[in-house]
């Protein structure tokens, strides 16, 4: 790209934010009665797009409410990938600082999840890792086994709010549960067999994925599991995780590198 064209597209984005172009080619566009209907079809295209990224969000605030916001990031924050279904990986943070929504503690918990559904539903197939694998296994073997988390798999831990609840209940269009059970959750995201699904997950299966995306043995990240929940059953945990496609073999390639540590 030539430094030419690079700053003629700075000033026309700089230009669709409404900032006064500095390029003269931008400056005679600006000036065409056209340019402001194509600055608000850009914009309400980007609106658009984060409505259709972040259901349980909109849902849960309103149309008005969610456009507004979203038209303030978008001015801030334009598209950098031409595939709109990854636009807005910092939304859940924009929401988490908003003012508006300082009350709303849990919204930038809840676009968290819908930003992990996006990225569940675009990722890379994968295999997961077949159960009976370890049917022979001796203990100390296991111990010793790395293992990686799933393509697809996305995974949050939020330590005192129902987040999972709220965005599960906002996702699928359904009524919250009335009292809600003010407490942690934890979810996993998950796309298989063509489609993206969810499951609860407790500190400790969270803090297992966390290892073994980090690496770590078997051994190593059952460990880091009891250390986030010391009474949950560890078996348990770990044929959760398995039957629910959220663990992938390590290659050969990835193996070594993991032993290598």
Known sequence: MTSSL??????????????????ARV?????????????????????????????????????????????EYARHTPPEDARLVMYGATFPAFLA????????????????????????HTA?????????????LAPEAFERLRVRTHASA???????????????ANRAGDTMPDPLDWRGEGVLILR?????????LGPGACAMLDACAAGAT??????????????????????DLVSHGALAPATPGEANRSQSK
């Open 27 to 71: 400056a005679a566009l600006a000036a065409q009665p056209g340019f402001a209907v194509y600055r608000n079809t850009v914009f309400k295209g980007c609106v658009d797009a984060l409505a259709a990224n972040f259901p349980a969000v909109a849902r849960l605030v309103g149309k008005a409410w969610f456009d507004a916001a979203a038209m």
């Open 192 to 200: 298989r067999f063509g489609g993206v699904t969810w499951a609860s």
């Open 154 to 168: 996305r995974w949050a831990w939020f330590d005192a709010q129902p987040v999972r609840t709220i965005w599960s």
């Open 6 to 23: 690079a700053r003629f597209q700075d000033a026309f984005v700089a230009a669709l934010d409404g900032c006064a172009p500095l390029d």
């Open 97 to 120: 600082d908003c003012e508006a929504a300082r009350e709303l503690t849990w919204l930038g918990g809840v676009a968290r999840l819908d930003r992990l559904w996006c990225e569940a």
């Open 218 to 239: 078997l051994g190593e990240a059952s460990e880091r599991a009891l250390s986030a929940e010391p009474r949950a059953d560890l078996g348990a945990w770990f044929a």
């Open 124 to 136: 890379a197939d994968d295999v997961s890792l077949d159960a009976s694998a370890f049917v022979s």
